[in-house]
């Protein structure tokens, strides 16, 4: 039999620190936090101001953890409850809101280097976890709009943390908009109207896909990969599922940045597959644009497929009627169109061996970058430089 304190082992685990990570930011041994959790010490007084802050606790929270010392079989710590993971689509809205608190607390408060080891996840168990996204989303008609000044003002933010990002500067940035998504899980834990409610979590999923590219644009991948399901929560909360839908579309651009590509292809599948009928043709557009360039990698056995969804991308993009343009895919325009078509070229004739066809390929990716270069406006800085 062994004492530990289950709620305080619960706690640090929630809030998304290890042991070792927990010491540091006190600037002790990971030997203390341990016997803590045993029950065999208590943190000194002028300690745990600071372990309350860090556990995001009052004192009296702490008090009652300390004081909440369970007796468990050979130190086994099954007894305490399983933390709400990114991977379950089944969460509350209130623990939706719990884990995107404590995840962006967590990443204001650790050091890049503690950021740059979050590994990033692959295969089958990613992949199921976002296919069960696309079966959790509400069938149910979204709520009307609701003018609050308060909520409007959010939604401008946003568009301006998204100019930051367009400039080629947004990783600067990117505590600022982390900052900005933690505030807004404050707001989200206050009664607000179901409509008001919905349009704050569409704002906080669009704070997350933009945490996300900005932790991409700084090689944090597996930050970014969380903050990219962190926002997939945002979206069911809120029944924007274009939105989700194009998130999946980022995932899928991580993946083939990372050289995973099998898993870009099932991603790109399952945005298809999530979009609703007559939804926004620039998503589907783009998500058209990822599915050929993911085809290009896999090489020449797929050759047909990625020229054949390459064009589709285009297609689409000059057959919809776009009666409205969410600020969350401003970009999309005939250059960027041009530009995920030539990349699906460029990917196949680096990969196909006839000399004919690949002529064929390099000219069809030196038309569509040649026309990107031409019609990318002066704003979108990053865009011109790739």
Request: hydrophobic share 40%; proline share 3%; charged share 25%.
């Amino acid at each position: 039999m062994a004492r530990r304190r289950l709620r305080l082992i619960q706690r640090r685990k929630t809030v998304g620190y290890t042991q070792e990570e927990l010491a540091n930011l006190l600037g002790m041994e990971r030997s203390t936090v341990v016997r803590w959790e045993k029950g065999q010490t208590e943190p000194l007084p002028w300690v745990r101001p600071g372990l309350a802050g860090l556990l995001k606790l009052s004192a009296d929270e702490l008090d009652a953890l300390l004081n909440d010392v369970t007796v468990v079989a050979g130190g086994d710590e099954a007894a305490a409850p399983a933390a709400p993971t990114l991977l379950d689509f089944s969460l509350t809205s209130d623990e939706t809101v719990s884990v995107m608190e404590q995840f962006s607390a967590r990443d204001l408060a650790s050091r890049r280097q503690v950021l740059a080891e979050l590994s990033v996840l692959t295969g089958d168990a990613l992949l199921r976890s976002v296919r069960s996204w696309v079966a959790s989303l509400p069938s149910g008609e979204t709520h009307a709009e609701v003018g609050f000044d308060e909520v409007s003002q959010l939604e401008e933010a946003v568009k301006l943390f998204r100019r930051w990002d367009a400039s080629g500067l947004g990783g600067l940035q990117r505590k600022a908009v982390v900052g900005q998504l933690n505030a807004m899980t404050e707001t989200l834990n206050e009664r607000r109207s179901p409509a008001i409610r919905q349009r704050l979590f569409s704002i906080t999923a669009e704070l997350a896909q933009l945490s996300g590219w900005m932790a991409y644009d700084q090689g944090l991948y597996g930050v970014a990969q969380r903050y990219y399901m962190l926002a997939l929560h945002a979206c069911r909360e809120s029944a924007n599922s274009e939105l989700g839908a194009k998130i999946i579309g980022d995932m899928t651009q991580l993946s083939t940045a990372l050289g995973h590509y099998d898993d870009s292809l099932s991603f790109v599948h399952t945005a298809l597959y999530s979009l609703p009928r007559g939804s926004n043709p620039l998503v589907r557009s783009e998500l058209l644009g990822l599915e050929a360039r993911a085809y290009a990698h896999l090489g020449r056995s797929e050759a047909a497929n990625a020229a054949r969804s390459g064009e589709s991308c285009v297609e689409v993009y000059h057959e919809g009627a776009v009666e409205t343009r969410p600020d969350w895919i401003h970009y999309m325009n005939q250059a960027e169109v041009d530009c995920l078509a030539a990349n699906t070229y460029i990917e196949l004739a680096l990969h196909e061996t006839d000399a004919t066809r690949t002529k064929r390929y390099a000219a069809r990716a030196e038309h569509y970058t040649t026309n990107a270069c031409e019609r990318r406006g002066e704003l979108y800085t990053r865009s011109r430089i790739f």
